[in-house]
């Protein structure tokens, strides 16, 4: 493992390995999730370049910025375990975004109009403008991206084609507690209690999933919502039964069994989410 705090270190370098080379960015507090990503890349790649970059334009809520997980120590010593060649880009923010901390405006396809895009403004605008940097600077064969944040996924999906980018995305399946519970960074703030109701979020999901061939996304809707209600500390933002490419809502009359189901639920201050393949 070799780390690089400069990207034109890292070009330089890169630039003698041999391809394939897979990306996996990353904002830290690394877990199984992140882990799988960058094993997948082992598996695929000659070079694996893992980058841990808390990206401040993607952050539409300061508290959040500032409370962001960091442990760059604990996050090597977890890379440095798997075995292959990986490169570590832990850049300061004025090496990625030079003196001007501020998105681009990227064509997203209309993809961030829903769901996560519509609750935190500006969140995909500052992801794809970190992701296309990512890209056009290190031009990697393959980056790897987890379903868990499956509009991300597609989003970024949608502007690596719409930029003619040289990089396959590939997305790869959510890692689940042994309850259910999507791995998250966020995860580490829940108290216990609020760890346990946590679990209540895939059980939603799974939940609407064993009803989706026998009712109509309305009442598959207010049956959700019943099912939360049940949990005073575990608040529903929102839950959405879309079509797994446009991310567009599924007509309240359709069978609902061919969409992605996603939720957002609060517990206390944190704000989790997830999504199941309705089928
Ligand atoms: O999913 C994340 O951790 C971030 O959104 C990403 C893709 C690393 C961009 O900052």
Redesign the pocket.
Known sequence: MKVFHTSQSLVEHLSKETRPIGMV???GALHLGHLSLIERALSENQTVLV?I?I?PT?FDNKADLENYPINIETDLKKIEQLPGKIFVYTPKVKDVYGNLVASKSIDLGGLDQVMEGKKRSGHFQG?AT??VHFLKVFTPNHAY??EK?FQ?LRIIEHITQSLKLNTEIIGCPIIRERDGLAMSSRNNFLSSDQRKLASKIFKGLKFAKSNAKKESYNTLKKMVMDFFEKYDELNLDYFTIAHPKTLKEVDLKEPVDLGRGFIAAYLGKIRLIDNLDMS
């Open positions: 960015p990353t904002m980058s970059f990206n993607q992801v970190v992701v991206f987890g944040d991300q």
